[in-house]
């Protein structure tokens, strides 16, 4: 399969001009050439093919290694799968089955030929040989010491794989057999298939002890974790769950539109899942046979497998793709992988869910292995959109909104879990610096002031007539700002003593921010104006125009100063003679927030336009965006060690971006081949295409 568009001709144009154009003219080809690989990672991007994305901005680096070309690679290497290894064979690779403990993989296929394969080497550990023709159901016992083997004519085949030996012979099927499956104790084996029966056998003396029948050939059986039931699928387009100690069918699941390719029990038994041709995933309570919920993507679907617990799911096409599935997100496709040349007719999930293979009628086993953390974290269907965010440590913060103050905490893993600490809506926060204090202003117009680790409370300002939406500590922490009203009021920490009252504005102020000295202090209002005030004398130095109402300001480390707000561009000023050094983001309706990363070298924006964008400082170069939320972006905040961002917005979500690896991106790699391969692709130089590897 070539991985290929229109634009290629024009990079194959300016690849054969270079050589003839002076330096300035072949300037311009590197940064053409560059915007063209930029252009088709973009597009890559948009549809979550992150191995082309991963090597399309590899190739843009080559030419050149701007912020934009960092972003997306490091956007997309978070996500990609890595191919560990390859196999070619004669004929297709028709089914696939790792062992219990993950270690191994066996494959088979047309060459009637059972290959074990140690996963993490990706060499052949056993060979077993003497089927009669095509394999195409494969499947360990659950201790791993035999394999089961079936396909045409219709015998299944028990190796002891180990020593190469095959311990029985179990016969009866007339024609293919499509599925098998061990019961958990091991004592049974299940299969199915064109010759539209289900049998179950008993292992000790190979016996047949049941049969049930479908209406079409059988594709697939799972036995449920407890060993009492059996869930086939057929090409009848339904699947069907047999109570095994009665002897009868316990529920017809009915309802897709073409063949049921794929079936599963969950780990604790209580849900089936059966995947079908006609691109839907359904979920049935394993106990009423209900149906529970339906998920569809745009893939088609040749084959499927699940995880025990239903998370994910990998799921194989008839154009060549594999597809990363989040089942707990509604069916979202986390990947989409151009894996092979033609059909992909089995794939296979590890127990740990880290490790896939995929087999393909290209004659191609192919194993990958999903990023081993996940890039990011998105909640969603919070019970409010959080307005305001901070972080309050390495892996903590605070939002505050119509429901209260919360908090949030990052597991190991990734894992995001939060915490309502108070029930009164909140309109803004601050933390101190050493990240001690936490300042919360309500929309009734209290401020009061938490010990961050106790939970305590340290000082209670008097209540405003109006809601506090701004509030700043200094940087040693003496003082807290607030917006009151039209006024910045200066208190005293922690005596709650009032220093100093400013006033000029004629509308409230959003936006509040000390410079590193303490000395001066900005103020962001909807009066349209940002005033810099001298803190000692509580005078005004100097009044910037924005145009429009302020929503946020934040000082850098050499003094100068970043605003944002509605219908503006972001502005970089020296506040000394109030030039402005930097305009960023021109074009937008709107920045709600911004944040800066602990050492100052990036800036975080979010606004009305629904993504998040990160800034380079102090040049103000976009390095990228960060989309996933629908709603505008409310909030965004990096945490105290600069290893995550995170963003708020109304659509009552909260997105969590593991930011470590921008902040430092992996140097240009100088073996462009060696990230293709990584991601199972190859440069044709002849043709200037991305083929498969």
Known sequence: MRLRSWWWVLVLLT?????????????????????????????????????????????ARHTEDSPMARWGQVWAEQRASSLEWAKQFEGSVLALAFSPDGRLLASGGYDAVVRVWDVEAGAQVAELKGHDAELHALAFSPDGRWLAAAGRPGALWLWDWKQGRRVALLSGHTEVVRGLAFSPEGEWLASGGLDQTVRVWRLRDGAEVLRFMHDDIVIAVAFSPDGARLVSSSMDRTARVWDLPARRELHRLTG???????????????????????????????????????????????AVAIAAGFQQLVQAGWEGRVQRVDVRGGGEVLERLDAHRT????????????????????GVLKVWSRPERPPDVLLRELPAWPEVLASVGPDAFVSGGEDGLRSWSVSSSGELHSRLETPD???????????RLLAVGTLKGEVRVRDVRSGSQVMVLPAARESIRALAFSPDGALLAAGVAQDVVLWAVPSATQVARLTGHTGKPWALAFDATGQRLASGSADHTVRVWEVARGAVLRVLEAGDRVRAVAFLASGALLTAGMRQPIRLWNPED???????????????????????????????????????????????????????????AFSSDGAWLAAAASDRTFHLLRFEDFAHPPPVELDLARVLRRHGMSWDDSRRVFTLH
């Open 425 to 435: 809506a909140v309109g803004a926060v601050a933390v101190s610096a050493d990240r």
């Open 256 to 302: 897709h539109g073409d063949m049921v390719a794929s079936c599963a029990f969950s780990a604790d038994g209580e849900r089936v899942m059966t995947a079908s041709a006609d691109r839907a995933i359904r979920f049935w309570d394993a106990r009423t046979g209900a149906l529970l919920d339906v998920q569809r993507n745009p893939g088609t679907l040749s």
């Open 578 to 636: 109030g030039r402005v050094l930097t305009s960023m983001d021109a074009r937008t309706v709107g920045v709600l927030s911004l944040a800066m990363a602990p050492q100052g070298a990036f800036m975080a924006s979010g606004g009305m336009g629904g993504e998040v964008k990160v800034w380079r400082l102090p040049d103000g170069a976009l390095m990228g965006e960060a989309p996933g939320q629908q709603g505008f972006v409310s909030a965004v």
């Open 343 to 362: 059909f992909v007719m089995a794939v296979a999930l590890s127990p740990d869910g880290r490790t896939f293979a995929s087999g393909g009628m290209d």
């Open 15 to 59: 690849v054969s001009c270079a050589g003839r154009r002076s330096s300035p003219e072949a300037a311009v080809v590197r940064d053409g050439r560059s915007e063209l690989f930029r252009a088709r990672g973009d597009a890559a991007i948009e549809t979550k093919q992150w191995a082309l994305a991963a090597g399309s901005f590899a190739a």
